[in-house]
């Protein structure tokens, strides 16, 4: 996985909802591409994602959104745990408005303005999580079932084989409250987790893109540009997981004068336009594919939406 510490310049593996990393990392394989290569229309001339989006965007939860459905999980597994006699409440998460909402908002950034200032570091950096509260033995066994190590984040849907414990002369559902919550969110059609299928389709057409000879030509340009200015990296990514940036806490001077150097030769080439078209190509061809199940994605996101703020509403 990319590391989310430092800017998400090019990582199409960074998803803009919250909560779904892990689901990202372990997505399934994207599949056998198409047999040939999409067509790609008139190539845009690009320098940053402002006002686009990927085609994939509308079938992805976006930050604020998944914030709003993770609260409303939140909420109803402090309600579960209230019935057990418990007043637990999850740690209250610092929000930086400067994350990007979108995962488009994610791609492809190339803005100088950014590059000036923090070279390849990113200028978002996540928040420092607040301390987890210590669970009692009790406490833990109600809130993620009996003899689950205690956490307070948002975990899959709980499995478990072992018979529920008793608290209070109630038996603790199977998974605990996390359990008990997410199943009933399910058979809501709640979204708590991305689908495989969008998983798929938006980072595996960003892996198929990178093979497309049209994006390695881009690159290949971007490179020749770079060498004239006395770099040698292949493609941006390479310039961008430098080792010098990646193990420097903070930009330095060589770092941001390679970053400036970088987008300058990003701009001069459309490496944006060019890699966001063939992207957008490949994403285009699974979504006409898959069309139903992505209206069941789209109507799920509605649903799930509507659900949270009816439950946030009676907080």
């Not at 492809?108 to 987890?132: C, L, M, T, W």
């Not at 770092?255 to 150097?261: N, R, Y």
């Not at 594919?289 to 439950?311: D, H």
Request: some cysteine.
């Amino acid at each position: 996985m990319h590391d989310r510490s430092r800017l998400p310049l090019r990582a199409a593996t960074t998803l803009a909802a919250a909560g779904i990393l892990a689901a990202a990392c372990s997505a399934p394989e994207a599949g056998p591409p198409p047999a040939k290569a999409p067509r790609v229309g008139a190539t845009p001339q690009m320098t940053g994602m402002q006002g686009k989006q990927l085609p994939i965007e509308p079938y992805l939860l976006d930050t604020d959104q998944n914030n709003k459905i993770q609260h409303a999980r939140q909420v109803l597994v402090s309600r579960c745990m209230k019935r057990f006699g418990f007043d637990f409440a999850f740690p209250v998460p610092v929000r930086d408005d400067r994350t990007p909402n979108t995962q488009s908002e994610q791609r492809y950034i190339s803005d100088p303005e950014v590059a000036d200032r923090f070279g390849y570091h990113n200028p978002r950096p996540q928040q420092k999580a607040p301390a987890e509260p210590t669970l009692s033995a009790a406490e833990n066994a109600v809130l993620v079932g009996e003899g689950e190590p205690g956490k307070t984040g948002s975990p899959s849907p709980a499995k478990s084989s072992a018979p529920p414990a008793v608290h209070r002369g109630m038996p603790v559902p199977e998974g605990g409250c996390f359990g008990e919550v997410d199943r009933e969110l399910i058979s809501k059609n709640v979204i708590i987790q991305e689908s495989d299928l969008v998983i798929r389709i938006n980072i595996g057409n960003m892996q198929r893109s990178l093979r497309d000879r049209r994006v390695q030509s881009a690159f290949r340009k971007w490179s020749a540009c770079m060498k004239k200015q006395g770099y040698d990296y292949a493609t941006p990514m390479d310039a961008e997981a430098d080792p010098r940036w990646t193990r420097s806490a903070a930009p330095t001077p060589g770092e941001i004068t390679t970053a400036l150097a970088d987008v300058d030769c990003m701009r001069s080439t459309n490496v944006v336009g060019v890699w966001f078209a063939v992207e957008s190509a490949y994403e285009k061809v699974e979504i006409e594919k898959n069309a139903a199940e992505l209206a069941e994605v789209a109507k799920n996101i509605g649903i799930s939406l509507r659900y949270a703020a009816t439950v946030n509403g009676r907080e």
